[in-house]
């Protein structure tokens, strides 16, 4: 079972650096939203690493999980509200 903790605790630190990247990367322009988003996530991600490492049952990693959660809502919502803005411009524009 501890492998499994291990496990968890690697991709779960990888993912919150390839967040990161994403985040701060300056030429990725995401939004307000879409990054918000994925900062709860990668910061999720280090919590789920944290608990991991530190040998916690599996079940602990629920807030983690559910702050993954909250995070890719956010950047699902953040996707809509620019896919609206792009829709709305392209039928705003003169031909």
Do not use: Q
């Amino acid at each position: 079972m501890r492998e499994l903790h291990i496990i968890n605790g690697i991709i779960s630190t990888i993912t919150a650096l390839a967040l990161g990247y994403v985040v701060l990367h300056p030429r990725v322009h995401e939004g307000l939203w879409i990054k918000a988003g994925m900062i709860i996530m990668a910061v999720s991600m280090l919590a789920s690493a944290a608990v991991s490492f530190a040998g916690d049952p599996l079940e602990h990693t629920f807030n983690a999980a559910f702050a993954l959660r909250i995070g890719v809502l956010i950047v699902c919502i953040g996707y809509g509200i620019k896919y609206r803005k792009r829709i709305e411009d392209d039928h705003h524009e003169p031909t």
